[in-house]
């Protein structure tokens, strides 16, 4: 328990129960009431809750500014955007896995909320674990750094930083199976279903399960990253939490001219390698959040930019 409690920081219980209060209502209203009825989400809804999210996000980031200070404030607007570089990567491992098991589009928002709610609750135990451990153990800090570097050189390198989404190959989806049996196709979009009078699982459960096993791997990239901006436990897990619960929107706004942005990858292994470059000459040269902000910014717009002003030459046939 005191373990538990240093984790949780200098910030109030009652401060904590109120972020949680929020994001269960917005969830409960997301799913219970917005989408009742699955339907395919379409371009213009998706950008009205890419800007619901992100301006949600940015009236948090001025309450924790005018709370708790400028320092945290331009943290949480640091690590929030890291995040959503690293939410691109997910973007796109979403496409590929809807397009594996041909996921009919009506049902892929039902997916993605719960697989984001398991994804959530990854991110605050590792979070909250990683700021536990990097106050007993301050060298861990270093081991973050290398690991960011490796993990954004991998990311830039062609055909590299790939994560494979084929369900035989998946350890979590083989074990499963072992135990529970799992239906034929089903239109229904729903996890269990009874066929031939057995309780089985859908396909729809097995698609949760490599998401949910694949946004395991992005969790281990997204903890040292975001705990080299800001060790304050509330700023890393509520940024992190904001980012997430608008990746649903992003990637109904991104699926279709995802491959347009063919530099943001590489702009995301720049901002990775960078923040572990930080991290690790953090004792000698202290680099300011708001220089952060604008390698982090500069990087992101300049990706995108690009992205926009080279197309893609198109391929021979």
Known sequence: MPSLLAALGTMPLWAWG????????????DLGVLQRNPHEVKMRE???????WGGLALAFAGLVWWWRGAELGEQFIAAYLVELCLSVDNVFVFILVFAFF???????????????IGAVIMRAVFILAGVSVIARFHWILYFFGAFLVY??????????????????????????RRFFPV????????FFTTHEG????????????????????????????????TRDSFVALTSNIFAILGLRSLYFALNGVMRLFRFLRVGLAIILVFIGVKMLIE???????GVSLGVIGGVLATAVFMSVLLKEPPKAE
């Open 283 to 289: 004792p000698w040269v202290g680099i300011s959040i």
């Open 151 to 176: 993990t954004g050189v991998k990311m830039a390198l062609p055909g590299k930083g790939e994560v494979n989404v084929d369900p035989e190959r998946n350890t979590a989806v083989r074990l499963f």
């Open 183 to 190: 239906a034929p196709q089903t239109e229904t979009g729903h």
């Open 18 to 29: 109120a972020f949680s209060l929020f994001i269960v209502a917005m969830l409960a209203l």
């Open 102 to 116: 041909n996921v009919a589009p009506r049902f892929q928002h039902r997916v993605l909320f719960w697989g984001i």
């Open 46 to 52: 998706a950008l009205t809750w890419c800007g619901v």
């Open 198 to 229: 057995r309780r089985m699982a859908t396909p729809f459960f097995i698609v949760l399960i490599v998401i949910e096993t694949t946004d395991l791997v992005f969790a281990f990239d997204s903890l040292p990253a975001v705990l080299a901006i």
